[in-house]
């Protein structure tokens, strides 16, 4: 499956940003799919993650209360809602998708990667 992430941007401390991941697939309802970060010179990070049906999401502790991610399978998407962001949310943000229906923090357990979307918050 092929995954375009969009919505990146320049905003503010305490703003809020509301990324998009389209997949190229009708089987995107069949992928958990999460959401990741790295910001320069780190290690990508996890973000948030959410089951095919949506039922279930996870979520890193220095993002809980602030992010919500979601998907919506009949556009083959998963969005990340960002609020009260601050200058260490900043990063390339990558969604991926999982072939396994279990919400999961590692990298090397997603299957598919998009190209990432730059996200940067000023103070």
């Known amino acids: 499956v092929q995954l375009q992430a969009s919505g990146g941007g320049l905003v503010q401390a305490g703003g809020s940003l509301r990324l998009s991941c389209a997949a190229s697939?009708?089987?995107?309802?069949?992928?958990?799919m999460g959401w990741f970060r790295q910001a320069p010179g780190k290690e990508r990070e996890f973000v948030a993650a959410?089951?095919?049906?949506?039922?279930?999401?996870r979520y890193a502790d220095s993002v809980k209360d602030r992010f919500t991610i979601s998907r919506d399978n009949a556009k083959n998407t998963v969005y990340l809602q960002m609020n009260s962001l601050k200058p260490e949310d900043t990063a390339i943000y990558y969604c991926a998708a999982r072939e396994l229906n279990i919400l999961v923090v590692t990298t090397p357990s997603y299957n598919y990667w998009g190209q990432g979307t730059h996200v940067t918050v000023s103070s």
């Open positions: 697939e009708r089987t995107f309802g069949s992928y958990a």
């Open positions: 959410i089951t095919r049906s949506g039922t279930y999401t």
